[in-house]
């Protein structure tokens, strides 16, 4: 496979996405994304609903994020190195095999109606869509072309997409009940009455979550059955991962490392602008419901699907890192529009910076795997740990929204662009192609 870091930069407008050889395989692995964007989205319905079920403070149920993205963290470094041993797709079939395994302990835990073991269920589910994240991502790029691989990756994360928009729909029709009770209708109860309230809203994720697990199952059978050709990584100057290298040394790759941190940023950005559209709606234009305030949310996701696929499009003309620069700045002018002006404005800027965030992380991804060689599978795993974003950045606007106001908490996402806007610029460059730059350019003993 053609180095892609060496191919002139029209290639990427004539190569097709991938190769009718890999057709099959491509909208299997496709598929995959499309499937775990049910795990991720559906916590946003579990949050308020557990909430409801378990009379949990707004803290104790935010647990749910912690586990799910504690998963992702802590089982994406184990999930690499098990990869290099079996390949992508026994990894694959691992990971499904973990999240069928997960949606079917929400089961005994809507029975047992015990939290921790919700908690459980989400962390066993979350590891299992950490392998998945390891796996097809990667995967996905040298499932052709090596100058097409960003415009892959973006086509079938895209999927994903699709099912974060759907996700929420469907969490809302068969898992939310819309059975509300006032403090004081809770106190009027009976003992018997209030059990069978708990016990009635905790039963309705049963359903949904076997459903998914029989999903995940299906997949793992058609996986099986096909044949994943067993596709290399382009070769690179590094040699083969063994046990004997140092940890560390994977991050010699300055490109990568610098991926890391932009994807950290990013996640914690795209998760923190998504938690509180609602409530910025709220804040910004007083009298605002939570229903209609919801509105403004589905619209943010619905910009972030249509930007996944015009996005995947437009980089048949525009190479990827280009895009991620001008998407990056988009994003900070809507961000600076947020944090200064008043009334619906910011509001539809907020809603807007969905559309910019949606070829983020495909395209970073894809950006800091390459020339990694047979190292690929261990940096994707950095790259997944990187998730854990989610967790951390939503918490420090939570707090800047308690001590001052929640438009003054979007100053988070605002600095995260910034180093993703460096990264599309510069950051990307493996160190080969800077040092042709600088030789170009006549500074070729300029240390790097």
Request: with cysteine.
């Amino acid at each position: 496979m053609a180095n892609s870091a060496n191919a002139p930069a029209s290639t990427n407008r004539s190569v097709p996405v991938t190769e009718r050889r890999f057709l099959v395989p491509f909208i299997l692995i496709t598929s995959l994304f499309f499937l775990w964007a049910f795990g991720v989205n559906l916590n946003d319905i579990l949050i308020p609903h557990l909430k409801k079920a378990f009379d949990l403070t707004d803290f104790q149920s935010s647990f749910i994020q912690v586990a799910f993205f504690g998963g992702y963290c802590l089982m994406a470094l184990p999930a690499g190195w098990l990869m290099e041993k079996i390949g992508y797709k026994k990894g694959i079939l691992a990971g499904l095999f973990l999240c069928a395994i997960g949606a079917v302990l929400f089961l005994p835990a809507s029975s047992s109606r015990v939290y921790g073991f919700f908690l459980f269920a989400l962390f066993v589910m979350a590891c299992g869509q950490s392998f998945l994240e390891v796996a097809a991502n990667p995967y996905v790029t040298i499932l052709g072309p090596a100058a097409s691989a960003e415009r892959r990756l973006n086509f079938a994360q895209s999927f994903n997409a699709v099912g974060a928009v759907l996700s929420p729909i469907v969490g809302r029709t068969f898992i939310l009940t819309g059975v509300e009770y006032a403090p004081a209708q809770l106190a009027a109860m009976t003992a018997a009455q209030l059990d069978a309230y708990r016990a009635a809203e905790a039963s309705t994720v049963k359903g949904p979550y076997l459903i998914i697990a029989g999903i995940f199952v299906l997949v793992a059978v058609l996986i099986q059955l096909t044949h994943l050709p067993d596709v290399q990584e382009p070769s690179a100057d590094q040699p083969s991962f063994a046990p004997e290298v140092p940890a560390g040394s994977i991050l010699s790759h300055g490109h990568l490392a610098k991926g890391v941190i932009a994807q950290f940023f990013y996640v914690g950005a795209q998760v923190g602008v998504a938690s509180f559209v609602i409530r910025f709606a709220q804040a910004s234009v007083p009298g605002t419901t939570a229903k209609v305030a919801a509105t403004y949310l589905l619209l943010h996701q619905i910009g972030f699907m249509s930007g996944r696929f015009i996005g995947s499009a437009l980089m048949k003309q525009i190479p990827a890192p280009r895009l991620l620069s001008l998407f990056a700045g988009a994003c900070l002018v809507c961000a600076t529009v947020a944090l200064l002006a008043s009334g619906l404005l910011p509001v539809w800027a907020i809603v807007l910076i969905g559309f910019f965030h949606s070829i983020m992380f495909p395209t970073i991804f894809a950006l800091s795997i390459k020339n990694l060689g047979p190292l690929t599978k261990r940096g994707s795993s950095l790259l997944v740990m990187a998730i854990i974003g989610g967790a951390f950045f939503p918490a420090i606007m939570g707090r800047i929204s308690d001590a001052a106001s929640i438009q003054k908490a979007f100053i988070v996402p605002l600095l995260c662009y910034l180093f993703i806007l460096y990264f599309g610029l510069s950051g990307y460059k493996p160190a080969e192609a800077l040092r042709l730059e600088r030789a170009s350019a006549g500074n070729e003993s300029v240390p790097l």
